[in-house]
Structure formats: structure tokens, C-alpha cells
């Protein structure tokens, strides 16, 4: 197994022995950004919750740089994994400086202080989400889309070797959108192994290199957008009918949902 890669061997959670997540099992290389698709209730967020070793799985392996997620210490898999969960509430109130901070934490030693390098980092890190502005607000006063990317921010200070995403531009308006999927982007290019849980199927597809579509706790289908993101298998996934197209951009798929309406009219 390579240097910092990521494996999940027939991963299975059911609690109260009702099956959330049904023998998934997925590889994913250095540097491979994928994009975790499916309706509400496919088991995305469960999946990437155990993996971050958040959520223990019933039964299966998650593997991480070549090691079982378990034997892992908590500051050790602080050290190279972050997660970012969709919603990020804080009730204490922190400065948004003082949180991204805390992304250094498994770093420092026992009662030592951060340092000008911890510093350093804490600076890049919210100068990539664009939120060097808001380095002295209470985190409580923040919008739903500033505290995301302050989220993603402390993510990022860790430096971590894998990022894992829960709908990372849920709450933020277009820009910021695409701002983020840019550091994204060139983490991935850095050879950080990203896993990211999207809704926006073509944000998905323009952004990330593989797909893992999943229903009902299974894995439908996984692959490159062009492979994944067909009509049959979405009209069998999420129960809709759609318009495919191609972006003129970057040749992805890009995918137009049809209205019933929209339907009789091209029929």
C-alpha cells in the first residue's frame, strides 16, 4: 500500500441493526480528489464520519497510510487527517483567529505555545478561505458561510495529509464557492488525498477526478464524472430524469435536471 494512501475494506454500520452503510469499499490514491454523491440518507456523511474515526463501523477496515484507522493515536490521526462536517457550531466565544488556531493543537507539546511557524501557518490558512478580515470577530456573531470556511480554515493549519469534506460549500455564496473548490483543487495537486460529500452533482464532476455514487447504503457506482454521471444511473439513483450535457470548460459532464413539464415539452 503506497505512502499516505487511503483504503476502506467492506465497511458496514448498523447500529440498533438497522443498515446504514452496507459493505462499502473504496481505494483512493495520494493526491485523488473524490467526490462522495447520493440522495439524502445514502449513507454519505455516516461514511466519511467513520473514516475520520468520528463514527465506529460495525464491521470493516479503514486503513490509513498503510495502518488499521485504530491503531492510530487520536493526535497522531490529528496530525494528518482533518474533517470538515457540514455544520460547524461554536457556543463559546472564541475570536475566529483563536480557532483556526486550534488547528495546531496536535502539534504543540504539553503547555508549550504556538509558535512564529504555527503562526505562519494560521495566516495562510485563512488568507486561502478569505477570512483574514474576520481574524478578530466572535465566532458566535459569524453567518453560516463565514463559519464554514473558518471551519475549513482550521482544517488547513493542521496540514493534513487527508481532508475530508461534508458538503463544503454548503452555506456559501458563488464566489466563495468556487474560491474553495480552488484550494481544493490545489491541495489535491499538492498530494493531499481529498474525500468530499457534495449535493451539486456538477460541481462534483468539475472538480473532482473520481466519483463514488451511492444508494441506499451501497455503492452504485464509482469512477471518473463521465462514467458515473450517465442518465440510466441517475435516473435510477435519485428518481429524476436529466439533461446531459458537456462543459465547454473542462469537457465534464454537466448534468439539467427535467421537470415533468420539461419532459412533455421535448417529448
Known amino acids: ?3 499516505y494512501s487511503l483504503r476502506v475494506e467492506a465497511v458496514r454500520y448498523a447500529p440498533d441493526h438497522q443498515d446504514i452503510l452496507r459493505g462499502i469499499s473504496l481505494a483512493v490514491s ?3 480528489c473524490v467526490g462522495i454523491l447520493g440522495p439524502n440518507g445514502a449513507g454519505k456523511s455516516t ?3 467513520i473514516i475520520a474515526g468520528v463514527l465506529p463501523a460495525s ?3 479503514v486503513w490509513l497510510a498503510g495502518r488499521r484507522l485504530q491503531q492510530w493515536t487520536v493526535r497522531e490521526r490529528a496530525q494528518r487527517l482533518a474533517f470538515v462536517p457540514q455544520h460547524t457550531r461554536m457556543t463559546f466565544p472564541f475570536r475566529v483567529r483563536e480557532v483556526v488556531l486550534m488547528g495546531r493543537t496536535p502539534f504543540l507539546q504539553r503547555w508549550h505555545t504556538e509558535g512564529q511557524e504555527d503562526l505562519q501557518i494560521v495566516d495562510e490558512a485563512m488568507t486561502l478561505t478569505d477570512i483574514m478580515h474576520l481574524a478578530e470577530r466572535d465566532v458566535t456573531t459569524l453567518s453560516g458561510g463565514e463559519m464554514q470556511r473558518v471551519a475549513l480554515a482550521r482544517a488547513l493549519a493542521q496540514q493534513p495529509a487527508f481532508l475530508l469534506l461534508d458538503e463544503p460549500t454548503a452555506n456559501l455564496d458563488l464566489r466563495h464557492q468556487v474560491e474553495i473548490l480552488d484550494v481544493i483543487t490545489r491541495l489535491a495537486h499538492s498530494g493531499v488525498t481529498i474525500l468530499a460529500a457534495f449535493h451539486d452533482l456538477n460541481l462534483a464532476a468539475a472538480y473532482c477526478s473520481t466519483l463514488l455514487l451511492l444508494s441506499d447504503g451501497e455503492v452504485y457506482a ?4 463521465a462514467t458515473v454521471l450517465t442518465a440510466p444511473t441517475l435516473r435510477a439513483v435519485f428518481d429524476v430524469e436529466v439533461s446531459l450535457g458537456t462543459n465547454p470548460v473542462t469537457g465534464v459532464p454537466y448534468i439539467l435536471p ?3 413539464k420539461s419532459r412533455q415539452a421535448t417529448s
Open 1 to 3: 500500500m503506497p505512502e
Open 30 to 32: 495520494p493526491g485523488e
Open 47 to 49: 461514511l466519511l464520519r
Open 59 to 61: 464491521r470493516g477496515t
Open 222 to 225: 464509482d469512477g471518473p464524472p
Open 258 to 260: 427535467l421537470s415533468p
